[in-house]
């Protein structure tokens, strides 16, 4: 429900057009860790096919998942907040280039802003597993320009990245020979998986000098962990995460089952309840929009907040609270004015958390909030 002031693929575009940006793009795979991501104040998202084929289908990253469940994952992510670009991940393009234009066109309608396309069979799997195996060269360029030419019949912008995973199996220059086929073909970006060692990686930045690059930092993977930072310094325009947050989800999972199996009990971590749960997923944005139309379903109390520290002409922002509630989130974009709403509201900053209010009791609350977000 936020405005959208350009599209999202506009709007990758144009943080890619400022060569002093890098953009970072945590893995997603489903609606709660996207909103997680999004809370954070991310500009970018990337939807991982390794999670989705976990969190959606619960395989393996083997290519199981197809074009199908990719587009729906992806579009249910775009549009949480349509105007913070979505990176996905289209693995091979799920078959020969009349099906890599079928994708290329079902992503951008779903609102992917950028997708990368690979040279894998279409028995793929994760770029760090052995054993990969590449279709022809001839045959992944054929995939890039189908990718392009199939954008521009849409009047598109979506941003086609060329991914090789010939590191492995065919080694570094072959790599790097795809890629530069790729990019003729049209590729606007380009993604090196697997490398090996940071010679390789600051070599490939400065191969392809010009050129928008992505970094792929897989936590344990056969790249050399970098961080923002360094990847930032050594060129890459793009980095992605993609398997931080599912990893981060496994032993807490784990953990809780086990509590919950071997004791009978859930106290494995400190319960929120359901409204700070669901608060996790738009709650109070829902209920506000509810609001503001007259709706009834969810009437609540007024809350009003003073973020006197923040601006000295202090800003004043009301939110609903629902009966019972525990905590109110408030965003930077609650407390622009209309003017600012207007300029930025559509921007990815507007929906940062500024402050969660934990709230003792139910009642008027007038609540002063430093920069930091504590009462
Ligand atoms: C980037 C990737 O394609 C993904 O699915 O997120 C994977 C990540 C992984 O499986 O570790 C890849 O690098 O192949």
């Known amino acids: 429900m936020a405005a959208v002031p350009m599209s999202s693929a506009k709007r990758l575009r ?5 060569p002093s940006r890098m953009v970072v793009a945590p893995g997603v795979y489903d609606g709660i860790s996207a909103r997680l991501a999004l809370a954070q104040g991310f500009e970018c998202l990337y939807m991982t096919g390794a999670g989705t084929n976990m969190s959606r289908l619960g395989m393996a990253d083997l290519g199981i998942a197809t074009f199908n469940d990719m587009v729906t994952n992806a579009g249910m992510i775009a549009s949480i907040n349509p105007s913070v670009p979505l990176i996905a991940d289209a693995d091979t393009g799920y078959g020969g280039p009349i099906m890599v234009a079928r994708t290329v066109q079902g992503y951008a309608r779903a609102g992917v802003a950028g997708l990368h396309i690979e040279d894998q069979v279409q028995e793929k799997r994760c770029g760090h597993l ?8 001839e045959v992944f ?7 392009k030419k199939a954008r521009e019949e849409i009047g598109s912008e979506m941003l086609i990245i060329a991914r090789t995973d010939a590191r492995a199996g065919a080694g570094f220059e072959e790599a790097v020979e795809r890629l530069r086929g790729a990019r003729e073909a049209g590729a606007d970006a380009l993604f090196l998986e697997a ?3 940071e010679e390789e990686v600051r070599k490939a930045v400065k191969i392809f000098e010009g050129t928008p690059m992505l970094l792929n930092m897989v936590g344990g993977g056969k790249t050399p962990q970098m961080s923002v930072k360094e990847a930032k310094e050594a060129g890459f ?4 995460w993609p398997t931080l947050l599912v990893e981060a989800v496994i032993s807490p999972l784990k953990n809780a089952l086990r509590i919950l199996r071997e004791e009978g009990t859930h106290d494995s971590c400190e319960p929120i309840g359901p409204r700070a749960l669901f608060e996790v997923c738009g709650l109070n944005e829902l209920m506000a929009f509810d609001e503001s139309v007259g709706g009834k ?10 973020l006197a520290r923040i601006d000295p002409t202090l800003r004043v922002t009301t939110k609903p609270i629902l009966d019972k509630a525990r905590t109110v989130e408030v965003r930077r974009g609650d407390l ?12 990815p900053n507007a929906g940062a958390e500024v402050a969660s209010i934990r709230l003792e009791k139910k009642g008027r609350y007038k609540v002063l909030v430093e920069r930091d977000g504590t009462e």
């Open 195 to 197: 490398m090996q060692s």
């Open 336 to 347: 622009y004015t209309a003017e600012e709403r207007e300029r930025y509201g559509g921007l």
């Open 14 to 18: 144009q943080l890619l057009s400022d």
């Open 130 to 137: 052995a054993g990969k195996q590449l279709v022809e060269r």
């Open 141 to 147: 360029y054929a995939r890039i320009r189908a990718a």
């Open 237 to 240: 325009r793009i980095m992605i």
């Open 297 to 306: 379903a969810f009437g609540g109390q007024e809350f009003v907040l003073t």
